[in-house]
């Protein structure tokens, strides 16, 4: 294949509306969640992630974890947790069986933020689809999205399953 078939060039065509639609989703749900809840997108994704982590041991996770989680680079991961533990938000702790491990947890304060921001990320989520929708380009890619049935262990599932 050269860089002109007719296939790449459809393929690279397909990626870059998938960003595009990626895109004006994102930016319109943090636009709802910094104004609403003084919260980033990534804020809240971290902040969901480990919400869904069942308690006890093995229920939390561990920094590599939660990079892996919200696809960022650890050292960024590093630095979102640290604002949002100092907002009083989320807790680390070193692993009782494994004193090089540090988990990150959701404290009560992040929670109930999350509890407050969920109804305006699934609001906007759903003004954003329904606005690419009107876009022919997108619509194809919107109805792909809503049609997907996506068991809640993927989403929710820390390394060695991604978010």
Partial sequence: MTATDPALTALAQSWCALSLLH???????????????????REYS???????????????????????????????????????????????????TDRRGIYTDVTEAGLELLASARPTNDRALREALDEAAKDPELAPLVRAVEELKIPASTVAAPAGASV
Wanted: glycine share 8%; proline share 1%; with cysteine.
């Fill in 23 to 41: 895109g004006r989703i994102e930016s319109h749900i943090e636009r709802a969640l910094q104004s609403h809840h003084d919260l980033s997108v």
């Fill in 46 to 96: 971290l902040l969901d992630v480990l919400s869904r982590q069942h308690s006890g041991p093995g229920g939390h996770l561990q920094m590599k974890q939660v990079a892996d989680a919200v696809v960022l680079s650890q050292s960024a991961t590093t630095r979102l947790v640290t604002r949002l533990e100092d907002r009083g938000l989320l807790s680390r702790y070193l692993c009782d």
